[in-house]
């Protein structure tokens, strides 16, 4: 059995602490007269990706940007930064895209 | 990498006002003269835990919890002044700390993000000791 240790995903911002990866479908139920599910389609996936690390200084885009954390490349839904008198300045980020989108990045 | 930071801490105490002619060792240091040290004793421990670790584990900063206990005699300081006096000096070298202030190989003082006293306390059957502490954050140069 291989395990695996560590945060093993690139990109985002700043020395990575945590990434996790979430994928959601959007799903359609047929129900019977008895409201029972008879029949299930997915017609749509979400990818996202969501990673916080200790912030190194670097440049921050804002929300709608484009970014690739991991293996996807998608739109920043969330960024934050968060400062506090007892640690290190951490930036989380969060990354979706839905379905083969073509990205736009909002201008 | 904890032996240098009680090393360092050391070193510097032992350039404060108040603390240059008294005896700072580490703790569970035997080779003290209680007796030369004019029954005022003062030690360093420190212990170490990961506050923020790469991709494999390994840490990039740590937290130092630093304990300096401060101990005099009971039969020569009966009032307990010396003692109250040298915690003073040692809690405002605590508080005087800031990122770069100590010398430590391979790492570097990035902050202080804690200091308290304790209450009084007797040490063995002749000294009353007080500790200060204080977390210090490490980080890898």
Known sequence: ??????????GGYGV????TKTSTAEIADARNAEGKVTNQHAYSKTNEVSAEALFNGETLADAGAELTVGDLTGLITTVSKSESNTDFQRVSVTVQKKDAATLLAYS | MINDVVSAVISSLKLKAG???????????????????????????????VKA???????????????VKVATHNETDKSGATRRQLVGHVFDWFMALSAGGLTITGYALNGIVSVRESDTMPLGDEYISQDVMGTLVIVKN
Do not use: H
């Open chain 1, 1 to 10: 059995m291989a395990l695996s240790f560590g945060v093993t995903s690139t």
């Open chain 1, 16 to 19: 990575l602490q945590s990434a």
């Open chain 2, 19 to 49: 603390l240059t002619d008294k005896t700072i060792v580490r703790a569970y240091d035997q080779s003290a003269d209680v007796a030369a040290a004019a029954g005022t004793v003062i030690e360093v421990a420190g212990s170490s835990e």
């Open chain 2, 53 to 67: 670790a790469d991709a494999t584990g390994k840490p990039l900063a740590l937290d130092c919890n630093l304990t």
